[in-house]
């Protein structure tokens, strides 16, 4: 008799959001997204995600969970880095205070690298060998995949494009440097430097004429250095639309020497907001 699949949780853990799903027989069968109680910080988030694995599990309990984080998380350990946004979870277990409880495997990796996976297995990016998954939100973020693995480097800390600085004279990052590609770029840049929301924002050829050119030049460097195949763009500010992609492409052929013709194929995230989710099942997935 062949045995009946298990259920896959996953989960997405963002500075501002947290999301959960259930994957059945390699298909989103549920999904809700709550705001993060960011006073709360890690002891509040672990004992949610308590109560909601109790809440969510059906009749049998899922076979595992995938677990995407937004900070870096050292993946050899399975424990988290820091959380830039989000007090408390320096150094934190993370996997194993779930498996505790919720009595099932758990496995964790960066939320932009597990993006890069679930929109290299199921999104835009299938179907290619190399990708670069950019997340274009509240921060920027990257996960690298290359011949079909995530690249991680040696200590967890692959795919860090947000703080490549582009402007040594440029405003204080989060990370302490100046000018990074995440204090020009990011939803939490832009909305402080203008008080206008990043959404409105991009609908605006005239703010988009000043900021393209250094979304495409923070691009560019990651083109330069991995050449993929493809990139995918994720997070909120890539619902901009078309529009934003057909100038960003053609800014980024007007950067890039002829005499190093790297590609320039970008598209955007085609999971929306669950790409997250979908790399968490894949991690996980039998
Ligand atoms: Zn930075």
Redo the contacts with the bound molecule.
């Keep these: 008799m062949l045995r009946k699949p298990k259920d896959i949780l996953a989960i997405d853990i963002g500075g501002a959001k947290h999301s959960l799903a259930l994957f059945h027989d390699g298909r989103l069968t549920r999904r809700e997204t709550w705001p993060t109680d960011v006073e709360g910080g890690r002891p509040w988030m672990v004992d949610r995600l308590r109560t909601l694995g109790r809440e969510w599990r059906q009749a049998e309990p899922p076979a595992a969970c995938g677990i995407g984080f937004g900070g870096p998380v050292d993946f050899a350990a399975q424990r988290v880095g820091c959380s830039m946004h989000v007090g408390g979870w320096e150094d934190f277990p993370l996997s194993a205070a779930l498996e505790e409880a919720l009595g099932i495997p758990c496995r964790m990796d960066n939320d932009a690298n597990l993006g890069a996976l679930g929109e290299y297995t199921a999104g835009a990016g299938r179907g290619c060998r190399s990708l670069l998954y950019m997340t274009l939100s509240t921060g920027i973020g990257a996960g690298i995949l290359m011949d079909g693995r995530i690249l991680r480097g040696a200590d967890s800390l692959a795919g860090e494009l ?2 490549i600085s582009l402007d040594p004279e440029g405003p204080v ?5 100046r000018g ?1 590609f ?2 020009l770029c990011s939803g939490r840049a832009i909305e402080q430097r203008t008080g206008r929301p990043p959404a409105e924002l991009l609908q605006d050829p005239a703010f988009r004429a000043g900021y393209i050119p250094t979304l495409a030049r923070g691009l560019r460097a990651a083109l330069l250095l991995l050449n993929p195949q493809r990139v995918v763009i994720g997070g909120g500010l890539s619902k901009a639309g078309e529009t934003l992609f057909a100038e960003l492409r053609a800014e980024l052929c007007r950067q890039i020497p002829g005499s190093l013709p790297v590609r320039v194929d970008i598209q955007p995230a085609a999971l929306g907001d669950d790409s997250v989710l979908w790399g968490a099942f894949a991690l996980v997935a039998p």
């Design positions: 947000g703080h990052c989060s990370c302490g440097s990074c995440e204090a």
